[in-house]
């Protein structure tokens, strides 16, 4: 995450750069419109509308992923209160493990 912060901030240390020392006036032409303005703000909007569009292309998973983890949050709670439930009923006397049922049927022969 801090490794996206710093290139973010690289890439926005490079368009200020460069949009300060290409600060003249130009024309974009995009379909039937027509803009004219100063490269820093024609790069600015360009910058922010590739934020804008990787945000939103990202937010599905994202949105996905939090689901997911708080589907396995609930599942994880769920054991967990099973787990304690099971621990603290003691076991019933009457039955005996597998291992000693058998080692005391085979001594009394």
């Known amino acids: 995450m801090q490794i996206f912060l710093i290139f973010s901030l690289i890439i926005a240390a ?3 750069i ?3 020392q290409n600060a003249a006036p130009i024309t974009v032409n995009f379909l039937v419109w027509e803009f004219e303005g100063s490269l820093a703000l024609i790069l600015l909007i360009a910058l ?3 934020a804008m ?3 939103f292309a990202s937010l599905p998973a994202l949105i996905k992923s939090r689901l997911v983890v708080k589907s396995l ?5 769920k054991s967990e209160m099973e787990i304690k439930r099971g621990a603290a009923q003691p076991q019933d006397e ?3 493990p597998q291992e000693q049922s058998t080692a005391d049927s085979g001594s009394t022969q």
């Open 14 to 16: 490079l368009a200020t």
């Open 18 to 20: 460069f949009a300060v």
């Open 48 to 50: 922010i509308a590739g």
């Open 53 to 55: 569009i990787s945000f």
């Open 73 to 77: 949050n609930k599942k994880l709670t």
């Open 94 to 96: 009457t039955e005996k």
